[in-house]
């Protein structure tokens, strides 16, 4: 079992930046592969970035690439998601999630959310 608690949301204006952290309980922080979703007002849930259980891999969705950064520290039990340039588009509840497999799917543990809304 693990525990994800976020923190980092807010309101931001276009064109700025938020950092979204996700900090995990117990020892075995680093056999989870982390990834970080979203849902939209109205929309389907959305896979956003994903880094592998060492933090050498990452992967993204093409709508945030060159923007958002996903990162890790193991020695802290924490992931991060470093979001520039925000766009309103970018407004949603932002969630991180655990899981054994690295990846776009199947995430076991999940955060409590965070909202980010973008100001156009």
């Known amino acids: 079992q693990v525990q994800l608690v976020q923190s980092g949301g807010g309101l931001v204006q276009a064109g700025g930046s938020l950092r979204l952290s996700c900090a995990a309980s117990?020892?075995?922080?680093?056999?989870?592969?982390m990834g970080w979703f979203r849902q939209a007002p109205g929309e389907e849930r959305e896979f956003v970035a994903a880094i592998s259980q060492s933090g050498r891999s990452t992967i993204y969705v093409d709508s945030v690439k060159g923007r958002f950064t996903v990162s890790r520290d193991n020695a802290k039990n924490t992931v991060y998601l470093q979001m520039n340039s925000l766009r309103p588009e970018d407004t949603a509840v932002y969630y991180c999630?655990?899981?054994?497999?690295?990846?776009?799917?199947?995430?076991?543990?999940w955060g409590q959310g965070t909202q980010v809304t973008v100001s156009s």
């Open positions: 117990g020892r075995a922080f680093s056999n989870y592969a």
């Open positions: 999630a655990a899981g054994v497999r690295y990846g776009s799917g199947q995430y076991n543990y």
